[in-house]
């Protein structure tokens, strides 16, 4: 098929390619420059495992092409995604500027009928606003004649494994309300699940059921997360309660690691959008505001507990902050629990190092400039007074603490995503805290 993607940031590019690889003729389309001449220059511009390689195939095979013009990508498409961002607006709603600004572009670049697809995050209701908005486009152009259909095709892919799990998706949501649009769409997506995995429903409830989704996942977190502080409590071990759980089968063991909150550029918005979207129908979404409310304190315990730790101490205190990034395998910074640390940390005139594998180009961005980067995980210990981490990557998992700890100035280390053995930790004589597994009531 010919396809158009709309938005080459995290989903566009990754599901554009990902088209492309499965034989389609896909033309990726952004309005940054820079990011489409990077493209064009064989640069991937976000850090996703494998994804270069990917584009660079597919680019050579020409089937996958970039451009900042959407008369480029609509040239002779039958199916024109949208995968612009969706960032949250000042109230939480999901702001849909960007979706609106796609839109208008489509509506007066378009000559021949077309299916719109929304890939985007958006709010119930959006679809139906977006066709609406499109056929006045047309009209004002005299170009009614031109028939049109908005789907909605919500996107589950993750950063870190977004290629696996675009080429093997668990299921295909698809909401579309004529026959015809869902054999298209069937026909595009058979090649990635078998039948049984492409699920058909009305575009309202697809709309609704991502938000759901994320909902339900960053729930579970949450869940684990008030359990984390309930053991501390009483002296129980959070990872030994998950285990319990997960072995039942209704239960399962995804999402239910106790950590210091969860980030990115979609469980927090999301659930702060599901939110607005409930209470403008008048309900009080009491289980999706309570997942966000928990989310929010959990991302400042680590800067809690080191508080309780260091009291008056912490000014002039030199801290060490292992992972950046709001989860391992990304270079995504949005929302990450180590930005609230550290803004936390430099109120309390503490001085801040930080060192991550991926993610210190972007983080230099957004973090103040007072932030000091190590180029290494030894650099960044060596004479600190604490270690802090905030992210999981493998790497920190394989660290050998005996060596490091040597060091540090002083062997603390609060481990925010319990990636260390506390018996372990205690036995090379580091003063060691983590979440939910601290056993001493
Ligand atoms: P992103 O911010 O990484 O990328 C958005 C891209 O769209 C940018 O490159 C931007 O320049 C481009 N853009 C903005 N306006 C445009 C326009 N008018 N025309 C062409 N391009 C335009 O966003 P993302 O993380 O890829 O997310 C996209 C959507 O998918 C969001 O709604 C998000 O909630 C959802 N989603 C994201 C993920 C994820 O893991 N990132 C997963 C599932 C769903």
Known sequence: MDICVVGTGYVGLVTGTCFAEKGNKVCCVDIDEERVAKLKGGVCPIYEPGLGELIEKNVRAGRLSFSTDIKDGLDGTQLCFIAVGTPPADDGRADLAQVLAAVDGIASALTHSCRIVVKSTVPVGTGTLLC????????????????LEVLSNPEFLKEGMAIEDCLHPDRVVIGAASEEARAVM?????PFADESRIIFMDPAS??????AA????AARISFMNEIAQLCDRVGA???????????????GEFFLDAGCGYGGSCFPKDVQALCCIGEAQGLDMTMASAVGKV?????????????VRFGAEMEGLTAAIMGLSFKPRTDDMREAPSRTLIHGLLNCGASVRAYDPIAMA??????PSVVKYAPDVETLLSGADCAAIVTEWQEFKDADWQRLGALMKRKIVFDGRNICDPCRMRSLGFEYYCIGRNMTP
Not at 237 to 251: E, H, Q, T, Y
């Open 132 to 147: 609406r908005r499109i056929k006045n486009h047309l009209r004002e152009r005299g170009m009614e004649k031109i028939d």
């Open 237 to 251: 071990d959070v990872l030994s309660v998950k285990r319990g759980m997960a072995s039942d089968r209704r239960i």
């Open 186 to 190: 069937r026909e595009l997506y058979l």
């Open 206 to 211: 697809a709309e609704i059921t991502k938000y």
């Open 214 to 217: 994320n909902t339900m996942l």
């Open 295 to 307: 989310n929010r304190k959990q991302k400042q315990q680590l800067h809690m507990m080191m508080r």
């Open 362 to 367: 972007e983080a230099k961005k957004l973090l």
